[in-house]
C-alpha cells in the first residue's frame, strides 16, 4: 500500500494533427467580438477554444492573450490557466496564482499549495501549502482537499490528526478525486483512525483506479497479491498491475515484471505519446487508453489524455508509432473518427494508407483489430 504526494495540477495542453474537435469559427467569431467589447467570459472561453486546437505556435500566443485578458478582467480560472503557460519555477506563475486564488479558482489555490510545497517560485512553506490547500478544498477542488488530507496525515505543517485526514481524504473522493479515494482505501486498510477493514480499502481502490489513479489500482493488486480480505490471487491482481503500469506507476510496472515476466512493452508506448506531447507542452500528463496493439515494430494506440488528479480531457488522440533502434516514436497523429469502425478508419485515412504500402515500410495490418490491453 502507498501514498503518494500531491502532484502539480496542471491543464492539460493538447495538440492534434488535424483541426480539433468542437472548434467553430463561428463561435470563435463572437467571442472574439465580445472580448473586443472587455466580455470577460468571452475572453475566457475564446482562449480555451484555441488552447485545445493548438497546431501551431501563433495560436498557442493567441491562447495565452486571450486568457492573460480575461485574468486583467477578473476571470479567475483564467489566472490559473495563464500560470499554467509558464514554467512551474517562474516567480510568475506564483503571482497568477495567487490572484486565481483571490479570485476563488479553487485550482488556483491548490496550485499554489503545491508551489509552496515544494519551493517553486518562492520561498517553500509548509504552512502556506496548507492554507492555500484548505483554500482549494473550501473552493470544492478535490486536489485541495487531498492536499489537506495528507498533511493531516504526515504531520507536515500541523500536528496529525488521522480523523482529520480522514475527512479531507472522504471530500477529495466524493468531488472525483482518485487520489483522495485510495487515501481512504490507505486508512481502512493500514487501520489508521479507523478499524481495519481490508473489503472497504479494495473498494475505494477500485473506485481510485475506475478514476484513473495509477497508485489505487497497484494498491489494489497489491490486496490480492497480499491476500488481504481476499484469497490470494495473481490472476486477478494482473489487470490492476498492467493499468496502473499504463497510468504511470513505476512500482505497478515493477510488479508486472517479478511477479509475471512481462517487461511491458506497451508501457514504454505509451512513454512515448506522452514524450510527443510533451515535446510541445511543458504538461504533466497521464494516459487513459481505450485500444493498444504492437506488432512488427508498429503500434496503433487510441488514448485520452488526462489529468495528474484522473480528471479527463475530452479531445482523444489515436497515433501510430513505429520502433527504430529499440525506441518507439509517434510518425503519424491520425484525424477524429467521426464514429467510424476502426477498419473504416484505415480504409478511409489517406495519409494512413501511405504508411500501410512503401516507402514508410508495411504497417502489420493485424494492429487494427487485435487489443492487447487488458484493462479492468
Known amino acids: 500500500m502507498r501514498l503518494t504526494e500531491t502532484k502539480y495540477f496542471l491543464s492539460l495542453l493538447l495538440w492534434i494533427s488535424s483541426i480539433s474537435v468542437g472548434f467553430s469559427a463561428d463561435l470563435a467569431d463572437l467571442y472574439r467580438y465580445k472580448c473586443e467589447s472587455n466580455d470577460a467570459q468571452a475572453c475566457f472561453k475564446l482562449g480555451k477554444l484555441y488552447d485545445a486546437m493548438r497546431e501551431t505556435n501563433p495560436e498557442k500566443k493567441q491562447a495565452l492573450m486571450y486568457l492573460e485578458k480575461a485574468c486583467t478582467l477578473g476571470v479567475g480560472n483564467a489566472c490559473t490557466d495563464t500560470a499554467l503557460h509558464l514554467p512551474k519555477k517562474d516567480p510568475r506563475t506564483v503571482a497568477l496564482l495567487q490572484k486565481a486564488c483571490n479570485l476563488k479558482s479553487g485550482e488556483?489555490?491548490?496550485?499554489?499549495?503545491?508551489?509552496?510545497?515544494?519551493?517553486?517560485?518562492?520561498?517553500?512553506?509548509?504552512?502556506?501549502?496548507?492554507?492555500y490547500y484548505h483554500q482549494g478544498?473550501?473552493?470544492?477542488?478535490?486536489?485541495?482537499c487531498y492536499g489537506v488530507g495528507y498533511a493531516y496525515l504526515e504531520g507536515l505543517g500541523t500536528a496529525r490528526n488521522p480523523s482529520k485526514a480522514n475527512h479531507y481524504f472522504s471530500?477529495?473522493?466524493k468531488l472525483g478525486g482518485g487520489d483522495g479515494c485510495s487515501g481512504m482505501g490507505y486508512l481502512y486498510e493500514m487501520g489508521i483512525g479507523v478499524p481495519r477493514d481490508y473489503a472497504r480499502a479494495m473498494r475505494y481502490y477500485r473506485q481510485s483506479c475506475t478514476l484513473n489513479y495509477s497508485v489505487g489500482c497497484t494498491n489494489a493488486g497489491d490486496l490480492?497479491?497480499?491476500?488481504?480480505?481476499?484469497?490470494?490471487?495473481?490472476?486477478a491482481a494482473k489487470p490492476y498491475y498492467l493499468k496502473g503500469c499504463r497510468l504511470g506507476d513505476d512500482e505497478?510496472?515493477?510488479r508486472l515484471k517479478t511477479l509475471y515476466g512481462i517487461h511491458f512493452s506497451e508501457r514504454s508506448i505509451i512513454d512515448a505519446v506522452i514524450r510527443w506531447i510533451k515535446g510541445w507542452s511543458d504538461t504533466d500528463v497521464k494516459l487513459d487508453v481505450h485500444y493498444l496493439s504492437y506488432r512488427e515494430g508498429w503500434a496503433w494506440i487510441e488514448t485520452v489524455p488526462h489529468y495528474a488528479d484522473g480528471k479527463k480531457h475530452e479531445v482523444k488522440i489515436d497515433a501510430l508509432l513505429r520502433k527504430k533502434e529499440d525506441k518507439w516514436k509517434v510518425v503519424y497523429v491520425a484525424d477524429n473518427d467521426d464514429g467510424l469502425s476502426r477498419t473504416e478508419r484505415v480504409k478511409k485515412d489517406k495519409?494512413?494508407?501511405r504508411f500501410l504500402k512503401?516507402?514508410?515500410?508495411?504497417?502489420?495490418?493485424?494492429?487494427?483489430?487485435?487489443?492487447?490491453?487488458d484493462i479492468p
Do not use: E, M
Not at 510545497?117 to 504552512?127: E, F, I, L, P
Open 171 to 173: 471530500a477529495a473522493c
Open 137 to 144: 478544498c473550501t473552493l470544492k477542488d478535490s486536489t485541495g
Open 358 to 373: 512503401k516507402p514508410y515500410g508495411i504497417v502489420p495490418l493485424s494492429i487494427f483489430d487485435h487489443n492487447t490491453k
Open 252 to 254: 505497478a510496472c515493477r
Open 108 to 131: 488556483g489555490c491548490s496550485s499554489l499549495a503545491v508551489q509552496y510545497a515544494h519551493g517553486w517560485g518562492t520561498k517553500q512553506d509548509v504552512n502556506q501549502s496548507l492554507h
Open 224 to 235: 490480492y497479491r497480499d491476500a488481504k480480505g481476499v484469497r490470494k490471487d495473481l490472476s
Open 351 to 353: 495519409t494512413l494508407q
